[in-house]
Antibody, heavy 118, light 109 residues
Framework: QVQLQESGPGLVKPSETLSLTCGVS?????????WAWIRQSPERGLEWIGS???????SYNPSFKSRVTVSIDTSRSHFSLTLTSVAAADTAVYYC???????????WGQGTLVTVSS | QSALTQPPSASGSPGQSISISCTGT?????????VSWYQQHPGKAPKLIIY???KRPSGVPDRFSASKSGNTASLTVFGLQAEDEADYYC?????????FGTGTKVTVL
């Protein structure tokens, strides 16, 4: 079955860069879906961060301005998130998610907690 | 962009029905039929239960029903069951991005 698995550091220092990868199995990452990063914190709730398509198309939440990059590696069946200049407010559970053409998030990874602290 | 507005809480006894509203704007819910709903149990990832305003993915009980009118979407749970106790979130597409609701905690009394 379709599985998404986040991986990356659980602790990042303020002002540094957060990098996460999502491995996709049981499904072709090159199919006609978008692949998204979504985060959740008690303070900010659920937030869509950005999405990527295997064609290379990307879209981002304007709230993150130029801090975020989402990329995809179809040969390795994974996609990645990079968030620069992190602060305590970026502490959250980060989910990688498959997105249907109808803009619904139908498959979620288990989530990974990232804490921003010195 | 602002979050969609949901009531913080809703509750009902087993067998009863509850409804949750999700209020947006003409830039999101009012324009797009890309409203979806998610159920989240503690410590778990959200689960898609409604997409494209009213459609249910395979495996989601037909006790879950949803609709939209103007800038407001609604989710109704008929015949409430103990396992329906969870947080519920709406989301809408909004021209190149997505906006989530503030979340509603459903308690089964």
């Amino acid at each position: 079955q379709v599985q998404l698995q986040e991986s990356g550091p659980g602790l990042v220092k303020p002002s540094e860069t957060l990098s996460l990868t999502c491995g996709v199995s049981g499904f072709s990452i090159s199919s006609n879906y978008y692949w998204a990063w979504i985060r959740q914190s008690p303070e900010r709730g659920l937030e869509w961060i950005g999405s990527v398509h295997h064609s290379g198309y990307t879209s981002y939440n304007p709230s993150f301005k130029s801090r975020v990059t989402v990329s995809i590696d179809t040969s390795r069946s994974h996609f990645s998130l990079t968030l620069t200049s992190v602060a305590a407010a970026d502490t959250a559970v980060y989910y990688c998610v498959r997105t249907m053409q109808s803009a619904a998030f139908d498959m979620w990874g288990q989530g990974t907690l990232v804490t921003v602290s010195s | 962009q602002s979050a969609l507005t949901q009531p913080p809480s809703a509750s009902g006894s087993p067998g009863q029905s509850i409804s949750i509203s999700c209020t947006g704007t003409s830039r999101d819910i009012g324009t797009y039929n890309y409203v979806s709903w998610y159920q989240q149990h503690p410590g778990k990832a959200p689960k898609l239960i409604i997409y494209e305003v009213y459609k249910r993915p395979s495996g989601v009980p037909d006790r879950f029903s949803a609709s939209k009118s103007g800038n407001t979407a609604s989710l109704t749970v008929f015949g409430l069951q103990a396992e329906d106790e969870a947080d519920y979130y709406c989301t809408s597409y909004a021209t190149t991005h997505y906006v989530f609701g503030t979340g509603t905690k459903v308690t089964v009394l």
